[in-house]
């Protein structure tokens, strides 16, 4: 696809600032906001940005990168994360992780816990976790190798027959009220068993997840023991 003056100039805003809303687009653009939406709606069918509630952020953000990729996209923001996370941890702690590329970062920091065991939906965290020699156990479910991570039905009865300790899940948005927003539906749908389940809730957001609003909510902050937003 060949990109006009107008949707390149979006593309480089979008890369300077991370995400824009709908509004700041047509003014920086000097175009009507439907003019906006149709061009977000185009690229987004492209793969080159990733559309939110009234705007839109830059592809390194979330899924178009898979998470190989993204664990080094903000990495120091993110290790800042999982030392902030460390307060949670345990010896003998049953560990859920979401495939996320922050929770990754978590997981340098059990090899300090004794008898801890860690389930997942992620292959990426087994590999990383059989390095260190830390017991996991995969979910089942159906593959997707993008995120190298598992999800659907099977995924989800064997997390509807766990109680964690600790759930370790991050997010792609924060709304203003207080809602937990995720992209990817199949994600949402083991998370939300998992914070129904878990005896202790975290998640992990650097500070531009704030003020977003995606098409799916896990949770809302007061369901969970905390938000840590750095």
Known sequence: MKLNDRQNELLSILQKRERASVGFLA????????????DLALLEKEGLLRRYHGGAVAPEEYIEYPIGVRMHVKEKE????ADAAEKYLADGQ???MSNSSTAAHVIPLLKKYKGVRVITNSIQFLLMLSRLSIPCTLTGGEYMERERCLYGTVALETLSRVNPDLAILSCDGITP???????????????????KNAKTVIVLADRSKEGSQFPHTVCRREDVAEVIVL
């Open 177 to 195: 009220d207080g809602r937990i927003t995720a992209i990817d539906e199949h994600v949402t749908a083991l998370e939300r068993v998992v914070v």
């Open 94 to 96: 049953l560990i859920y």
């Open 27 to 38: 003014k920086a653009l000097f175009v009507s906001e439907m003019t906006v939406r149709r």
């Open 78 to 81: 993110k290790r800042a994360l």
